[in-house]
Protein backbone atom coordinates (compact mmCIF):
# COMPACT_ATOMS: atom_id res chain seq x y z
CA UNK A 1 0.00 0.00 0.00
CA UNK A 2 0.81 3.87 -0.79
CA UNK A 3 0.84 6.00 2.88
CA UNK A 4 -0.92 8.61 1.93
CA UNK A 5 -0.64 11.72 4.23
CA UNK A 6 -3.17 13.96 4.80
CA UNK A 7 -2.93 17.48 6.80
CA UNK A 8 -4.25 20.91 6.93
CA UNK A 9 -2.07 23.26 4.58
CA UNK A 10 -1.19 27.03 4.95
CA UNK A 11 -0.57 27.58 1.33
CA UNK A 12 -2.38 26.86 -2.20
CA UNK A 13 -2.40 23.16 -2.50
CA UNK A 14 -3.69 20.56 -0.08
CA UNK A 15 -3.42 16.63 -0.23
CA UNK A 16 -1.95 14.49 -3.33
CA UNK A 17 -0.74 18.62 -4.52
CA UNK A 18 -4.39 19.10 -5.34
CA UNK A 19 -5.12 23.30 -5.54
CA UNK A 20 -7.05 24.87 -3.26
CA UNK A 21 -10.01 26.68 -4.30
CA UNK A 22 -10.17 30.40 -3.71
CA UNK A 23 -13.39 31.98 -3.39
CA UNK A 24 -13.09 32.97 -7.13
CA UNK A 25 -12.97 29.61 -7.85
CA UNK A 26 -15.99 28.91 -5.53
CA UNK A 27 -18.12 31.20 -7.15
CA UNK A 28 -17.68 29.85 -10.45
CA UNK A 29 -17.99 26.64 -9.36
CA UNK A 30 -20.60 26.61 -7.14
CA UNK A 31 -22.40 30.40 -6.95
CA UNK A 32 -24.87 29.53 -4.35
CA UNK A 33 -22.06 29.08 -1.28
CA UNK A 34 -22.31 32.98 -1.71
CA UNK A 35 -25.98 33.30 -1.71
CA UNK A 36 -27.15 36.86 -0.04
CA UNK A 37 -30.68 35.47 0.84
CA UNK A 38 -32.45 32.16 0.97
CA UNK A 39 -35.19 31.18 -2.41
CA UNK A 40 -38.03 32.81 -2.91
CA UNK A 41 -41.08 30.54 -0.31
CA UNK A 42 -39.32 28.97 1.82
CA UNK A 43 -40.59 28.42 5.18
CA UNK A 44 -40.86 31.14 8.12
CA UNK A 45 -38.94 28.29 10.31
CA UNK A 46 -35.57 28.23 7.85
CA UNK A 47 -32.84 30.42 8.81
CA UNK A 48 -30.69 31.89 6.21
CA UNK A 49 -27.02 31.13 6.62
CA UNK A 50 -24.94 31.90 3.70
CA UNK A 51 -22.78 29.16 2.79
CA UNK A 52 -19.78 31.61 2.91
CA UNK A 53 -19.91 31.97 6.87
CA UNK A 54 -19.97 28.02 7.25
CA UNK A 55 -16.90 27.68 4.78
CA UNK A 56 -15.35 30.50 6.85
CA UNK A 57 -15.88 27.92 9.56
CA UNK A 58 -14.60 24.96 8.30
CA UNK A 59 -11.19 26.88 7.10
CA UNK A 60 -10.46 27.93 10.40
CA UNK A 61 -10.91 24.58 11.74
CA UNK A 62 -8.01 23.41 9.50
CA UNK A 63 -10.36 22.02 6.18
CA UNK A 64 -9.65 23.55 3.17
CA UNK A 65 -12.36 23.29 -0.20
CA UNK A 66 -10.48 21.40 -2.70
CA UNK A 67 -13.64 20.77 -5.60
CA UNK A 68 -16.78 22.14 -5.49
CA UNK A 69 -20.35 21.86 -7.74
CA UNK A 70 -23.33 22.89 -8.02
CA UNK A 71 -26.64 21.50 -10.21
CA UNK A 72 -28.02 24.08 -12.52
CA UNK A 73 -31.43 25.41 -11.55
CA UNK A 74 -33.91 24.91 -14.37
CA UNK A 75 -36.70 27.44 -12.20
CA UNK A 76 -34.92 28.82 -9.53
CA UNK A 77 -31.90 31.26 -9.67
CA UNK A 78 -28.61 29.64 -9.31
CA UNK A 79 -27.38 31.53 -5.97
CA UNK A 80 -29.92 29.08 -4.53
CA UNK A 81 -29.48 25.61 -6.09
CA UNK A 82 -28.31 22.27 -4.30
CA UNK A 83 -24.20 22.39 -4.22
CA UNK A 84 -21.61 20.16 -2.56
CA UNK A 85 -18.30 21.12 -1.47
CA UNK A 86 -15.56 18.95 -0.72
CA UNK A 87 -12.69 19.61 1.99
CA UNK A 88 -9.25 18.28 2.35
CA UNK A 89 -8.87 17.16 6.23
CA UNK A 90 -6.86 17.98 8.94
CA UNK A 91 -5.39 14.59 9.45
CA UNK A 92 -1.91 13.24 9.59
CA UNK A 93 -0.78 9.75 8.62
CA UNK A 94 -3.79 8.11 7.27
CA UNK A 95 -3.06 5.04 5.27
CA UNK A 96 -5.91 4.19 2.62
CA UNK A 97 -4.25 2.57 -0.05
CA UNK A 98 -4.44 5.01 -3.01
CA UNK A 99 -7.00 7.14 -1.66
CA UNK A 100 -7.15 10.12 0.56
CA UNK A 101 -9.91 11.00 3.13
CA UNK A 102 -12.12 14.24 2.41
CA UNK A 103 -15.35 15.84 3.87
CA UNK A 104 -18.38 16.27 1.99
CA UNK A 105 -20.59 19.16 2.56
CA UNK A 106 -24.22 19.46 0.84
CA UNK A 107 -26.34 22.06 0.80
CA UNK A 108 -28.87 23.97 -0.97
CA UNK A 109 -30.80 27.40 0.04
CA UNK A 110 -34.39 26.87 -1.01
CA UNK A 111 -35.68 25.00 2.14
CA UNK A 112 -35.15 21.02 0.82
CA UNK A 113 -32.22 19.47 2.68
CA UNK A 114 -30.18 20.59 5.58
CA UNK A 115 -26.71 20.71 5.33
CA UNK A 116 -25.80 17.55 5.08
CA UNK A 117 -21.70 16.14 6.06
CA UNK A 118 -20.46 12.67 4.89
CA UNK A 119 -17.59 11.27 4.83
CA UNK A 120 -15.39 10.90 0.91
CA UNK A 121 -12.23 9.44 -0.51
CA UNK A 122 -10.65 10.81 -3.53
CA UNK A 123 -8.15 9.07 -5.87
CA UNK A 124 -5.33 11.03 -7.37
CA UNK A 125 -5.13 8.16 -9.93
CA UNK A 126 -8.22 8.64 -11.33
CA UNK A 127 -9.63 11.51 -9.93
CA UNK A 128 -12.93 9.90 -9.10
CA UNK A 129 -14.72 10.56 -5.55
CA UNK A 130 -15.77 8.12 -3.39
CA UNK A 131 -18.45 8.73 -1.14
CA UNK A 132 -18.40 6.53 2.28
CA UNK A 133 -20.88 5.40 5.42
CA UNK A 134 -19.52 5.00 8.15
CA UNK A 135 -21.77 2.92 9.79
CA UNK A 136 -24.27 4.44 12.00
CA UNK A 137 -22.56 7.75 11.19
CA UNK A 138 -23.15 7.64 7.64
CA UNK A 139 -24.42 11.21 7.30
CA UNK A 140 -24.85 14.58 10.22
CA UNK A 141 -27.59 16.95 9.20
CA UNK A 142 -27.63 20.46 10.73
CA UNK A 143 -30.85 22.16 9.90
CA UNK A 144 -31.41 26.08 8.47
CA UNK A 145 -32.07 27.09 12.06
CA UNK A 146 -29.65 27.35 15.57
CA UNK A 147 -26.01 28.40 15.87
CA UNK A 148 -25.51 26.64 12.23
CA UNK A 149 -21.80 27.03 12.07
CA UNK A 150 -20.89 26.01 15.05
CA UNK A 151 -22.67 22.66 14.56
CA UNK A 152 -21.62 22.43 10.85
CA UNK A 153 -18.02 22.52 11.99
CA UNK A 154 -18.44 20.06 15.37
CA UNK A 155 -19.76 17.83 12.90
CA UNK A 156 -16.94 17.99 10.08
CA UNK A 157 -14.77 17.21 12.96
CA UNK A 158 -16.89 14.49 14.23
CA UNK A 159 -16.84 12.69 10.95
CA UNK A 160 -13.04 13.47 10.56
CA UNK A 161 -12.08 12.25 13.68
CA UNK A 162 -14.09 8.53 12.92
CA UNK A 163 -12.23 8.98 9.20
CA UNK A 164 -8.90 6.91 10.60
CA UNK A 165 -11.65 3.84 11.50
CA UNK A 166 -11.91 3.42 7.25
CA UNK A 167 -8.10 2.19 7.60
CA UNK A 168 -8.26 -1.40 8.60
CA UNK A 169 -11.66 -1.29 6.40
CA UNK A 170 -10.06 -0.65 3.05
CA UNK A 171 -7.07 -2.92 4.20
CA UNK A 172 -9.16 -5.91 4.46
CA UNK A 173 -10.69 -4.72 0.86
CA UNK A 174 -7.07 -4.72 -0.50
CA UNK A 175 -6.21 -8.23 0.91
CA UNK A 176 -10.13 -9.67 0.10
CA UNK A 177 -9.93 -11.74 -3.20
CA UNK A 178 -13.03 -11.99 -5.43
CA UNK A 179 -13.71 -14.83 -7.74
CA UNK A 180 -14.58 -14.02 -11.10
CA UNK A 181 -17.96 -15.71 -10.34
CA UNK A 182 -18.00 -12.97 -7.56
CA UNK A 183 -17.28 -9.71 -9.66
CA UNK A 184 -19.83 -10.47 -12.24
CA UNK A 185 -22.20 -10.95 -8.65
CA UNK A 186 -20.68 -7.51 -7.57
CA UNK A 187 -21.24 -5.43 -10.99
CA UNK A 188 -24.79 -6.82 -11.52
CA UNK A 189 -25.89 -5.31 -8.14
CA UNK A 190 -23.89 -2.15 -9.04
CA UNK A 191 -25.26 -2.42 -12.30
CA UNK A 192 -29.05 -2.11 -10.72
CA UNK A 193 -28.12 0.80 -8.83
CA UNK A 194 -27.58 2.80 -11.49
CA UNK A 195 -30.62 1.37 -13.65
CA UNK A 196 -33.47 -0.25 -11.57
CA UNK A 197 -34.41 -1.84 -15.25
CA UNK A 198 -31.98 -3.05 -16.05
CA UNK A 199 -32.96 -3.09 -20.16
CA UNK A 200 -32.36 0.45 -19.98
CA UNK A 201 -28.93 -0.05 -19.14
CA UNK A 202 -28.12 -1.27 -22.90
CA UNK A 203 -24.44 -3.04 -21.72
CA UNK A 204 -23.28 -6.22 -20.20
CA UNK A 205 -22.79 -6.32 -16.50
CA UNK A 206 -19.03 -7.27 -17.59
CA UNK A 207 -18.38 -3.85 -18.82
CA UNK A 208 -18.59 -2.37 -15.49
CA UNK A 209 -15.25 -4.73 -14.76
CA UNK A 210 -13.48 -3.21 -17.67
CA UNK A 211 -10.16 -1.25 -16.12
CA UNK A 212 -9.33 1.89 -17.48
CA UNK A 213 -5.36 1.80 -16.41
CA UNK A 214 -3.54 -1.08 -16.08
CA UNK A 215 -2.89 0.16 -12.44
CA UNK A 216 -6.42 -0.51 -11.61
CA UNK A 217 -6.70 -4.11 -12.61
CA UNK A 218 -7.02 -6.70 -10.02
CA UNK A 219 -8.88 -9.33 -8.22
CA UNK A 220 -8.77 -7.61 -4.71
CA UNK A 221 -12.20 -6.19 -3.64
CA UNK A 222 -10.24 -2.88 -3.51
CA UNK A 223 -9.75 -2.73 -6.99
CA UNK A 224 -12.94 -4.34 -8.43
CA UNK A 225 -14.52 -1.76 -6.36
CA UNK A 226 -12.85 1.21 -7.84
CA UNK A 227 -12.97 -0.04 -11.51
CA UNK A 228 -16.94 -0.91 -11.03
CA UNK A 229 -17.34 2.75 -9.23
CA UNK A 230 -15.50 4.90 -11.92
CA UNK A 231 -17.06 2.94 -14.60
CA UNK A 232 -20.70 3.56 -13.11
CA UNK A 233 -20.48 7.27 -11.42
CA UNK A 234 -17.76 8.78 -14.61
CA UNK A 235 -19.79 7.01 -17.81
CA UNK A 236 -18.42 6.71 -21.17
CA UNK A 237 -19.00 2.53 -21.27
CA UNK A 238 -19.96 1.79 -24.66
CA UNK A 239 -23.42 0.67 -24.95
CA UNK A 240 -27.08 0.53 -27.52
CA UNK A 241 -29.40 2.92 -26.98
CA UNK A 242 -33.24 2.36 -27.13
CA UNK A 243 -33.25 3.49 -30.70
CA UNK A 244 -29.42 0.67 -31.27
CA UNK A 245 -27.74 3.47 -31.96
CA UNK A 246 -24.38 2.99 -30.37
CA UNK A 247 -24.05 5.35 -27.37
CA UNK A 248 -21.87 6.19 -24.19
CA UNK A 249 -23.63 6.03 -21.06
CA UNK A 250 -23.45 9.25 -19.15
CA UNK A 251 -21.48 10.53 -16.12
CA UNK A 252 -23.54 11.35 -12.98
CA UNK A 253 -24.03 14.93 -12.30
CA UNK A 254 -27.16 15.14 -10.26
CA UNK A 255 -25.78 15.09 -6.47
CA UNK A 256 -28.52 13.25 -4.72
CA UNK A 257 -27.98 10.60 -7.70
CA UNK A 258 -24.49 10.46 -6.98
CA UNK A 259 -24.85 10.24 -3.53
CA UNK A 260 -27.47 7.50 -3.74
CA UNK A 261 -25.12 5.40 -6.13
CA UNK A 262 -21.60 6.26 -4.53
CA UNK A 263 -22.95 4.99 -0.62
CA UNK A 264 -25.16 2.29 -2.34
CA UNK A 265 -21.70 1.42 -3.86
CA UNK A 266 -19.89 1.15 -0.59
CA UNK A 267 -23.21 -0.83 1.46
CA UNK A 268 -22.21 -3.13 -1.86
CA UNK A 269 -18.45 -3.36 -1.38
CA UNK A 270 -18.63 -4.02 2.75
CA UNK A 271 -21.28 -6.75 2.18
CA UNK A 272 -18.60 -8.37 -0.22
CA UNK A 273 -16.06 -7.97 2.92
CA UNK A 274 -18.23 -10.12 5.02
CA UNK A 275 -18.65 -12.72 3.00
CA UNK A 276 -17.21 -15.87 3.69
Same mark, same amino acid.
Given at each position: ???I??? @???G? %? ?16 A??? #???? *????? &? @? ?10 ? !?? =? /???G?E??? !????? +????P ?5 H??? #??? *? ?9 ? *???V =?????D? &? ?11 P ?15 I??S %??? *???? /????? @? ?16 M ?11 ? #? ?11 ? !? $?????? $? ?9 ? +???D ?21 ? &???L ?6 ? +??? $? ?8 W ?10
Amino acid at each position: MNLIESH @AVAGS %HSQANRPVLTDHDLRHRAPAV #FAAG *PATGT &S @AAYTFISASRVL !AG =L /REAGFEPVA !AHQVP +ARRRPADVGRHAIR #FST *PLANVQLADAI *PELV =LLNSHDG &SSAYELRAGLFRPLCTNGLLVALGEFAAIRVS %HRG *PVVE /RVVSG @ALEICGRLTNLRPVVERMVEKRLTSGMQVH #FAAEAMALRYPVL !A $EAGCAV $EQLLRARRAAD +AGSDLWSVYNVVQENVIQGGVLRHAA &SGRLTRTRKIR +AIR $EDVRINVGLWAIAERYLQAA
